[in-house]
């Protein structure tokens, strides 16, 4: 019998219906499935990792996973992403340009511009997604940095998490960098993890790769065909440095002959692997003030062996991302599926100068230069200490142009060394190499191609709906032509680049160049003009032999601002701006012990640049009761409160050089313990702790935390995560407080810092998180 006009529900219903299931027929839904025989996709983005710095780009650092699969694969030795971090990955997993996909900038800001929302809109689909719709299992560990920092903790919004973004599971940090050692937040699908202490040898990179390994043994446990998508997106090579002590010692004494030498090293390594043209000229040291890397020779002994020192770390760092990768690729061996598995490799950016010319043993103390020449920017320490859990470290420029072998500049610049990396593909069913085919191509290509190049070789459809929007149409185009012939031509002709008023545009082997100067309009470019066809490492301007091209790709640019909403130009000194919203942060909080760990830039917000005061209530103290009663930070910077033998005592970890105050034996009885930090000059802080009311001890004069500082949240009742005094952690561990302790109240005062310093540190810091 047909189904009556009133009844509701069967609308969609392919079977037929009748009143008992004799006189019906069944039907399921279809669930999406892949293409028989549909590849698995595996891609690997490195942080802040410059072209040569893996073996099939000239380096010296031992990388033979990366080795064997660019061996029997293929390498674009013209590959270009944008100057930052999460402009890249947005880029990357859409196809959109960056300032479409809403991160003209790094997660970090807020300015409240189209171009800069930070946050993936509901009209854009990524990689995950479309894969998810065909029929893929879709896994992400690593680095997201593709949500606001004002959204990381757990009550805020997450349609911008990775879990909301397309991705079935998710295991990593939300964050722009973080500790190797002590991570200060880690997330797992959708939530984050409540973690106090990591255990013995914990390293973060092994971290993921050993939950990578485990979603992926996991699928085939339960469906032995279905395809999968990882995108392994490691936090490293992104500073601070730290490294495993067997992955350093590897490198011990590698690099006393300093970066002019190295440079010159990998540079004939790359022209004898064929990267380059034979005759192609390196370009000498940056000397560009601000940019400059001293000459090796010119440097102190001491200098040299400290500065060798911060290279075998990072060297270490790189060799231990092929370790990650050739556990990845034996565990697809075991599977029998590495032949039909796409493997990319690739980096968000080139090198950094962010260590500045003599690299730093403080990593967050840096920021606040910029306003306080007299700051301590570089606190010393053991050189055994660095690369350890206990320092956060960078490397100084030379370095980093070392890094982004043989090209100009550094990451956060659209020159050749922050745009152009490494990129490695490996497919060996779909792409094989034939003979004859060296295996790297010198076409132009674009991060935005990424995505429509593997929806290609995957034989798969992008939908052009989301959420039922319509979703935007992807910037990128794909590159397969170029995987398979030698001399296919690229498809993508031209380019546009920009990131706080760094401009670039690329047609067809011309390339328009503009480094945004501090003391100049930012509206006013001192355009560079180069022909990267002939001259790849962009040595000689030609603006002015050629004004009418110049004015030709300028114009052309500014087409393209307008239709990728770059506009308005965003000086860095906007970039410290933030929604009128945030201000409830510095509203006072009541913290109950057995809280998690407060997130980090929530718990910034409560001390950031102001006077504050935390109290303790205790049910009363009693002989015996001892331990952490809040701390905030860890190695890198932070404070905490402690009962110890009886005694009260406040430590200030000032990014690596640690000061006290021993404010005496505790009452019986007491109920009321707090610390206030009052404002100075020079970005100082003047703390007083008191029991019950009564002033019991101070501590004058210790530098503010500030920038990315402290970098681990408040904790209530133990130093969780990273501990903010080495000793006490070696004496005690987490230091569990015993006694009764019924809560923490924080409560914010006044900004006691001038506006415009604020901005400089905050948007210096900013820049670093990149």
Known sequence: MPVPPHARGYESFTGEIGRTTASSTPAWDQRPSAPEGAPNIVVVVVDDMGYSDIGPFGSEIETPTLDRLAANGLRLSNFHTTPLCSPSRAALLTGLNSHRAGFGFVANADPGYPGLRLELADDVLTLPEILRANGYATYAVGKWHLVRDATLHPAANRDSWPTRRGFD??????????????????????????????????????????????????????????PFFLYFAHTAVHGPLQVKTEDREKYRGRYAEGWDRLRQSRFAAQLA?????????????????????????????????????????????????????????????????????????????????????????????????????????????????????????????????????????????????????????SWPKGLPRTDGDTGIRHEYAYVTDLTPTLLELAGLERPTVRDGLPAKDVDGVSAVDILRDPAAPSRHIEQYSEVTGHRGFYRDGWKLLALHEPDRDIDDPRWQLFDVRADPTELHDLAERFPEKVAELAAAWDEQAWRNTVFPLVTRQDLALRRPEEARFADPVRILPGTPTLERYRAQRLIAFRDFTFEVELTGYRTGDEGVLVAHGDTLGGYLLYIEDGRLVFGVNSYGRYHAVDAGPVPLGATRLTASAAVREHLRWDFTIAVDGERVGELRDQVQLVGMAPWTGISVGLDARGPVSWELRERHGVYRYTGALRAVTYTPGPIGVPADTIRAVETEAELVAE
């Open 169 to 226: 599971r998710y295991y990593g940090s939300l964050e722009g960098l973080n500790s190797f050692f002590h991570p200060n937040q880690l997330v797992s699908d959708n939530s984050p993890v409540d973690i106090e202490e990591y255990p013995e040898g914990y390293y973060l990179t092994d971290d993921y790769t050993d939950k990578a390994i485990g979603y992926l043994k996991e699928l085939r446990a339960h469906d032995a065909s279905k």
């Open 273 to 425: 692997q064929g990267l380059f043209e034979p005759g192609t000229k390196q370009k000498p040291r940056n000397t560009e003030p601000g940019y400059e890397a001293r000459e090796w020779d010119s440097l102190t002994p001491e200098q040299r062996e400290r500065f060798q020192r911060y290279m075998e770390v990072y060297a270490g760092m790189v060799d231990s991302i092929d370790q990650s990768l050739g556990r990845i690729v034996e565990v697809l061996e075991r599977f029998g599926e590495l032949d039909n598995t796409i493997i990319v490799f690739t980096s968000d950016n080139g090198g950094t100068a962010e260590g500045g010319p003599e690299g730093t043993r403080s990593y967050f103390a840096q920021f606040a230069q910029v306003t306080e020449p007299d700051w301590e920017r570089d606190v010393p320490h053991d050189e055994s200490l660095i690369g350890t859990a206990r320092l956060g470290v960078h490397y100084p420029r030379g370095w980093g142009q070392a890094s982004n072998t043989p090209f100009r500049f550094y990451k956060g610049q659209t020159f050749a060394g922050g745009v152009r990396v490494p990129f490695v593909l």
